[in-house]
Every structure is written in C-alpha cells, then in structure tokens.
C-alpha cells in the first residue's frame, strides 16, 4: 500500500472511515431503538393490565365472596399475543397465553425486569388487584424485533456504502489531487535551459496556491543562483583570458626580437607553448561550467563521422609510429551524423589521445563505429595495463588520472569533456570493458541530436 | 616587434587609421606595437565613451573593439556605431567566445571576430584583410612556386607530380600556403590545425612537418626559422 498513487490511499482510508461509520450507526441505532422499544413495551404492557383490571371490576355482578370472578374473555387481545399469566389469591393459575407453556417463576419482583427463561431473556412485570395477579411480558427479542431489523438492514448495506465511497472517493481525491499533478507536469519543463519559466499561480486562496508560490520562489532562487555561476564564468574566462593575451603578447615578442639571445628565444618558445596549455586549461573548465549550467552551445551540421576522424586518425598514426602501435579502424563511409563536428572532433580526440597515452610498447589502438538504432556507437578500445576495478568509477571525474604524477601528460579533464559533450547531445561515454589486457571506450551520440 | 615576423612581402598592406578600445592597458599596447610594425596608425582607447567621442569627430579605416569594457560593452558601441551610420569595419576582441557571443558580434554589424587570447600575428593578418578595399574573394588555389594546392578536391601537385595528403598534412599546409613568408610558431600552428590542445600537439606538428617536406621533396619550400617555428616561401 505504501506505493500506492495517492488517490487508492485516500479512497481506502475514507471506505474504511465510511464502513466504520455505518457500523458505529448501527450499533447506536440498535441500542437507542431498544431503550425506547423497550419503554414502549413496558407502558402498553402497564396499559393493558389496567385495562384488564378495570375489565374485571366493572364485570356486572362479577364479584363472588371469595373475590372477583374470572373470565378468559378480560385478557385484552393486545395482551394475548405476550406471554400472560393469570393467578388467583391462592396461586392458582386461572390462565396461561398460548405462548407461555409454563407459569412463570416467581421471583417477587413486581416492576418490569429482565428475567431468563427456557434460555431466553424474557421482561415480565407483576400487576396484583382485588386478589387476581397478572403476569405479563415477552421476548426481548420479540420486543427489539424493529431495532435488531434496522441494524441488520445497516450491515447489509456495508458492501453497497463500501463500492460507492471507493469509486466516489477515489473520483473526488483525483479531483483534489489534480493541481497537484498539474504542478508536477509545469516543474517538470522548467529546466536548466529554461529556468525562467514560472508555475501559473492558481487565483485561489488555498493550500495548492501556497505550495505554488513557495515553489516559484524556490525556482527563483534556483535560477538567481545558476545565473550566477554563468555569470561568474564568463566573468571568470574574461579575468583570466585578459591576462593571458597580455602575457602571450609579451612572450611573443621576446620571439620576435632579433635582439635576444637564441637561448632566450628557445626559452620564450616554450613559454608560448605553456600559455597555450593555459588558456587549454581555462577553455576546458569553462566548457565544464558551461555543462554544468545546462548551457553548452551546439552549433549543429549534418556531416560524415569519417571526415571528422580523419585528423584524429591521422594522429594516432602518427603518434603509433615511434611506440610501434597498430592502429585499426572501422569506420563505414556515410554514416551520417546531425550533431556539433567540432565537440564531436574533440570527443574522438580526447579518447584516442588516452588510447595512445595509456598504451604499451608493441601495442594496438581499434577504432570502430556503426549505427545502432538512431545512434552512432564508437568505441575506442586499446591495448594496455587497464584501469583497476575501484579507479573505473572516478574515471570521469574531474582533473583525475589513472596513472598519477609526472609519468604520463595532460591535465585529467579529458574524459569528463567528452563526456559532458555527448551528454549534451543527449548521448554518453562509457567505460564498457577494463581488463589486464583491453581497455574499450564506447562514445553513443543520437544520428539527430 | 621588430622585423622578424614581418618580413613576409605577402602581407605588406595599405596603410590604415584604425581605433583600438581596449580597457586592459598593456594589451592595448601590445596591438598599437604590432599594428604600428605591420605599417599601421593605430589610435588607443580605453571605454567605450570615449572610442565614440572620436567615431565621432573623425573616420577611421577600422575599429579593433573589445567587448568587455566598462560601463559601456562592445556590442552597446557597436550598436550606436550602427544607429550613427557609421560603417567603419570593425573586428571585435573577446574573452568569452562563446558562439552565441559570435553571433551577436555579427549580427550587430562586426565583420570579423577573434577570440583572446590570440596569436598577435593573427590579428595583424585579420587587420590586413579587413582592410583590403574589395574583400578577398576566397580562393580556389593556393600557389607557391610549382607547389599547388586545390583547395576544392584537395589534391597537390609539384609541377606535374601529385602528391598525396593525409588529413593533418593538408590541415597543416592549407595554414602556411595561405600566409607564404609568415613565419608560424609551432605553438600557433597546434591552435589552428586542433580545436582543442592535444597532448602531443608539438610533436605532432614536427612529424606532419617533416613529412610534409619529404612529399614536397626539394628544392625545399618549407622552412624553418629558429626559435621562432616555421614559414613556407619560394626558393631564392
């Protein structure tokens, strides 16, 4: 029940609340019912024998001297139908109702009482005028006949009030639950993109129009802060590339000054390539703030994979040479792809630059692609000590490196950047095999991103 | 800057009055320096109020316009420039290049863009073909001596010999054969053949480099030039 949608709850609970109603019902019905059924009961019983006594001293010359006669015909019809006794001074029973097969016990209480007989509870009163005693009462169940009905009509209307308060219920909390949903849907196209959008604040006073508006200050907050953080790195590039154009201008100047000394000059060259690395560095951090915000920029074409390998490929050749690598390819010609070549280009760059790096001497690069439903797959894969089974998790993380240290170049933001680039084209990079022998990159990208 | 990145004959340009607004200082400087060497008249300032108190009183032949200024960006001189009827050519300097930021630079009426930071020579060159009077048409062959390179089906011949290219090869000679005699640090030839910086990048461009010349084969046309990289030029 705990995974429930919310509308099943609230129609359980208000079934079960509404069956428990009708039983508490009931019950109180039953008992009110019986109280003055009861009461009833003892005031036509008391009517009755008034009216018999009456009967029996208005009996014309009815009177002997051994006191009032008795005839059959004084028990009032209404109290035929209850169980009568009638006795005389002496105790002797002058008459018995039809339902009553035994006198009565005597037990002298004379006032209305509850009293078991043959396993029943039977409410008697005794009357006694001019010598004659009447006995009267009846089955409690006799007397409670239309109370017990009600209560039996209640239960049998359980089932009945149980369907209707679960379909009625269920119907009346969607209705109440409606806003909400509708609050879910809103919220759900407010993204990082588009965190300017706010939820329609209903013109109602209630408790959905609050959880609105607290949740649009909630949003504003959110966007106040993410247009921060934009704000802070375009900011941040401004204050540091500045900086790094003065110091490129610098350095190239000393290059081009005839007048320096050519171990100056090699100096000043190693410089430029370090302020290169730099505004690298800077660059790629930026694109990763701009990942984070939801912001990066797609310029998309519609392009061969091959042509954009081409370079990357090239490359890996190149560099395989010295450290005797085989490279293999399998890139089918057309495979077309709608995405951004330049981050696709970088993508491919920055895997086969980890496939080169992390390779051993005599080893082999492959690098594969084919489409798979809607999407292009390429997996990079390479020879080489493989990445231990605790490390596969931080693989992506920023600024980290398999093999730390000095040992092996570059800056640890390689896979996170091409990683974040597929993601933006609503695509990934995955890790799919790391063992003592084979490490295999899979790139997925959409054909249309 | 003296002579050493100059003497390319190629890039010999008219003479321009250009207006540089660049609030850092020193880097204005540094493009006043380089500008007045490529021959130039380069004027500094440093907002952009003051940059259109002078579009104001005077026509300059070009504005080298940054956009993050005080008080008043790039783009709002720009706009004003536009609202003036002021058509001067304008390349604009940013340190965000971001492509939505290119594009707002273009379509407010900049005619080239470039991203900091930048290679000074880069921007010389931009400068120079901004100031061309009739654009440069782009062209379909690049030539230097009997070397010729198809830009359209990307085959080279030496004379009669064809010559085939690998992708980088062609990236890496499309880049010298456009500039002959400009002389390429290593480092600017790494940020134009890659988007991003490649690890090996200076490697890279030393193996691409000396194949290259292998295919070219002699009289050689590519050479290089000490602690300052490489330039392709005619045989003397």
């Known amino acids: 029940m705990r995974n429930w949608p919310l509308r099943w709850k609230i129609a359980h609970y208000s079934a079960g609340l509404a069956v428990a109603a009708t039983l508490g019902g009931a019950m109180t019905t039953w008992f009110v019912m019986r109280h003055a059924e009861i009461a009833a009961f003892d005031l036509r019983l008391t009517t009755d024998a008034q009216e018999f006594f009456r009967d029996v001293e208005h009996f014309e010359g009815g009177r002997t001297n051994s006191g009032p006669v008795f005839k059959e015909i004084f028990v009032p019809l209404s109290l035929r139908k209850h169980l009568v006794e009638v006795t005389n001074a002496s105790g002797a029973v002058l008459y018995l109702s039809p339902r009553l097969r035994q006198p009565f016990p005597r037990d002298g209480i004379k006032e209305f009482h509850n009293h078991k007989i043959d396993g029943k509870n039977v409410r008697v009163a005794e009357f006694s005028e001019n010598g004659l005693t009447l006995r009267a009462g009846d089955d409690l169940k006799e007397i409670n006949q239309i109370g017990r009905d009600i209560f039996l009509a209640m239960l049998g209307a359980i089932p009945t009030v149980l369907l209707i308060t679960l379909f009625g219920s269920t119907w009346v909390a969607s209705k109440a639950i409606a806003p909400v949903e509708e609050i879910r849907q809103a919220a759900s196209r407010i993204t990082a993109q588009r965190l300017d959008q706010r939820l329609p604040v209903p013109p109602t006073n209630d408790e959905i129009a609050g959880l609105i508006e607290m949740l649009n200050a909630t949003f504003e907050r959110l ?67 701009r990942a984070d915000a939801g912001r990066v920029e797609l310029s998309q074409a519609e392009f061969e994979l091959g042509e954009v390998l081409e370079g990357v490929l090239d490359d890996a050749l190149t560099l395989a040479e010295p450290l005797h690598l085989t490279v293999e390819a399998d890139i089918p010609k057309h495979l077309l792809l709608k995405a951004d070549p330049t981050f696709v280009g970088i993508i491919a760059q920055n895997l086969v630059e980890n496939a080169v790096k992390y390779n051993t001497p005599g080893g082999r690069i492959r690098v594969e692609a084919r489409a798979v439903n809607g999407a292009v797959e390429m997996t990079i894969g390479n020879t080489g000590d493989g990445i231990p089974k605790e490390r596969a998790g931080l693989l992506f993380e920023r600024f980290y490196r398999v093999r730390g240290g000095g040992r092996v170049p570059g800056h640890g933001l390689g896979l996170s950047i091409a990683r974040e680039l597929a993601r933006a084209h609503g695509g990934d990079v995955e890790l799919v095999r790391s063992d003592g022998s084979w490490t295999e990159m899979r790139v997925r990208l959409p054909q249309v991103a | 800057m003296s002579g050493a990145f100059a003497d390319g004959g190629a890039l010999t340009p008219e003479p321009m009055e250009i207006l540089v607004v660049e609030d850092e200082v020193r880097l204005a400087q540094h493009i006043s320096r380089a500008l007045t060497e490529a021959g130039h008249e380069p004027v500094m300032v440093h907002d952009g109020e003051t940059a259109l108190g002078k579009t104001d009183l005077k026509r300059y032949d070009l504005i080298v316009l940054d956009v993050m200024l005080p008080r008043m960006d790039g783009f709002e001189v720009l706009r004003r420039l536009r609202a003036a009827k002021i058509d001067t050519r304008v390349l604009i300097l940013t340190a965000r290049g971001e492509v939505s930021d290119r594009v707002t630079g273009l379509g407010l009426g900049a005619d080239d863009y470039l991203a900091k930071p930048f290679a000074m020579q880069e921007l010389v060159a931009r400068v120079g073909a901004l100031g061309r009077r009739f654009p440069e048409e782009a062209p379909i062959k690049l030539q230097i001596g009997d070397l010729v390179l198809n830009l359209v089906d990307r085959k080279l011949y030496r004379g009669p010999r064809r010559i085939e290219l690998s992708a980088r090869e062609l990236m890496l000679l499309r880049v010298l054969m456009r500039e002959p005699g400009r002389i390429f640090s290593r480092t600017e030839l790494c940020e134009r053949v890659w988007e991003r910086e490649h690890e090996y990048g200076l490697k890279l461009v030393e193996a691409y480099i000396s194949r290259l010349r292998k295919k070219i084969n002699s009289p050689p046309l590519i050479h290089t030039v000490r602690h300052l990289g490489y330039t392709i030029r005619e045989p003397e």
């Open chain 1, 223 to 289: 966007q106040r802060s993410f247009e921060q953080s934009a704000r802070f790195s375009a900011d941040a590039s401004h204050h540091l590339k500045t900086p790094i154009a003065i110091l490129r201008a610098d350095v190239e100047e000393i290059l081009a000054d005839l007048n320096c000394s050519e171990s100056t000059q090699a100096r000043a060259e190693g410089l430029l390539h370090r302020i290169h690395h730099l505004s690298s560095v800077v660059e790629n951090l930026l694109l990763l703030s």
